[in-house]
């Protein structure tokens, strides 16, 4: 059952804390869902607290979007059985914005909607007038990719970064062990942060929870329950998610030829 935002969870920054802005000036809000149990990779520690270029992974995700000047609220929705390493995260952060922590769901659907639900009277106000969505398993994100979503997102609606599906691999259909034909090639394959106006993206996940709906992205529920425009704009190949181990090792090279 989808329930509302855990009371006990630790929550550092105040509502109107370090967060406030005038009514006339609202921000955008970073959720970071690190809420998920990421088995792929094979550690018995939540994937996203693994160690990465010098920090946990999930310390990525919250520094990029935290140096984002137009992002005044940061979310990082866990797992109880995680308080121990989220507080050693919070202790280590450097974001400029103090991060909030929510307790997530059993799905990603249920985790995005305790995000919302904690950001609801900032959105119902007008304080947050967008919100931007992304995987602590991406933690190679940019502050650059975060602001084109955010501008994009704020111009259009919705706004998701992506790369065209051709440019990764030639798609085919397969039809049990045969290979059938190739798929047109207008696929995308998306990324995250997703961005979008923060009302309708809460009155859809409201509506998703009524009617028991469950998508592989914010993108998805926003086209199933809102008339807000999803508009794609180029991602980055480096913002890849963190499935297997594999993908550790290609991370921290891309880290280590970030210095
Ligand atoms: C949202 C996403 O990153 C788009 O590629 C992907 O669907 C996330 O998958 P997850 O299984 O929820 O990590």
Redo the contacts with the bound molecule.
């Keep these: 059952m989808i329930g509302g935002v855990a009371a006990d969870a630790p929550t550092r920054g105040e509502p109107g804390g370090v967060n406030q802005r005038p009514a006339s000036a609202p921000t955008a809000a970073g959720v970071v869902l690190a809420s998920?149990s990421g088995t792929r990779v094979g550690s018995a520690v939540n994937k996203v607290y693994l160690p990465l270029g010098g920090r946990r992974l999930v310390s990525w995700s919250l520094a990029a979007l935290g140096q984002v000047p137009d992002i005044g609220v940061l979310v990082l929705v866990t797992r109880p059985q995680d308080a121990d390493l989220v507080a050693e995260v919070l202790d280590r952060a450097e974001s400029r914005v103090a991060v909030e922590v929510v307790h997530g769901g059993s799905s990603?659907q249920e985790s995005e909607l305790m995000a919302l639900r904690h950001l609801a009277p900032r959105i119902r106000s007008g304080q947050v007038d967008t919100v931007l969505i992304h995987?602590a398993?991406?933690p190679l994100v940019t502050p650059e990719l975060v602001t084109r979503v955010l501008r994009a997102a704020r111009e259009h609606g919705g706004a998701v970064p992506g790369l065209p599906a051709e440019d990764l691999v030639t798609v085919r259909e397969q039809d049990g062990a045969e290979l059938v034909e190739a798929v047109a090639a207008d696929l995308v394959?998306?990324?995250?942060p997703?961005g979008f106006a923060s009302a309708p993206l809460l009155a859809a996940y409201e509506q998703a929870a009524r009617e028991g709906f469950a998508g592989?992205?914010t993108a998805s529920c926003m086209e199933r329950f809102s008339a807000v425009p999803v508009r794609w704009i180029p991602g980055s190949r480096r913002n890849f998610?963190i499935t297997y181990a594999h993908d550790l090792v290609v991370a921290e090279q891309v880290l280590a030829d970030r210095h």
């Design positions: 998920g990603r995987d398993a991406r394959g998306v990324q995250t997703q592989t992205d998610k």
